[in-house]
């Protein structure tokens, strides 16, 4: 991922990254923005190795489904492909340098995903209204661009206080969570 100067988008060091006034997210070199549980790891633990936008806004994503995700023989399991396209989709806003969250999403499965084998997801924005993405995409396979599934979906732009309304909601709740000021709790 670059910035609009052509820069590498900063990575910035541990700590929360979702700010009101939009920060990068920790990314790996290839330009993947981490979420929490893949950023202790260093890498996208779903597989995808690259991220950008194409000329026309779109964004691209080049992964293979792990091993360690395979659901019957050589196939992706369905619950990887869902989270794979929950992700890539929702990459387009941070792309566009916007925090989104999922609101809803409905995924086609078109055909199994093989595991170990190149995979491209592609995602546009279908529309925009207000605060909603309306957002689609697909996985193919490659090199055939074989489409394997298809997803849609509306994602909410949100700031830095979504996390912390969502942290005031949950100790209402009752109950004891992980410690979230270790960072070991839910983003």
């Known amino acids: 991922m670059s910035t609009s100067t052509g820069e590498p988008a900063a990575t910035p060091p541990g700590g929360h990254w979702a700010g009101a006034d939009f920060q990068e997210p920790p990314r790996t ?3 993947v923005a981490l979420c929490g549980a893949c950023r202790v790891a260093g890498a996208c633990r779903l ?4 991220e950008r936008l194409d000329e026309e806004g779109a964004a691209l994503f080049e992964l293979t489904c792990p091993r360690d995700q ?3 023989p050589d196939v992706a399991h369905g ?3 869902a989270a794979v396209l929950d992700d890539c989709l929702g990459h387009l806003p941070l792309l566009h340098r916007v925090l989104s969250v999922t609101a809803e999403l409905t995924v086609s499965f078109v055909k199994p995903v093989p595991v170990l084998r190149p995979l491209e997801v592609r995602a546009w924005v279908e529309r925009r209204e207000g605060s909603r993405w309306y957002i689609r995409g697909e996985m193919v396979l490659l090199p055939t661009r074989a489409v394997l599934a298809r997803a849609s979906g509306i994602w ?3 700031d830095q206080g979504h996390f912390a309304r969502h942290q005031a ?7 004891s969570g992980a410690d979230t000021s270790t960072g070991t709790g839910a983003d």
């Open 29 to 31: 070199p290839g330009g």
């Open 47 to 50: 597989g995808v190795q690259h």
């Open 70 to 72: 395979e659901g019957g």
């Open 79 to 81: 619950g990887w492909t």
């Open 156 to 158: 909410v732009t949100r």
């Open 169 to 175: 909601w949950l100790a209402g709740q009752g109950g």
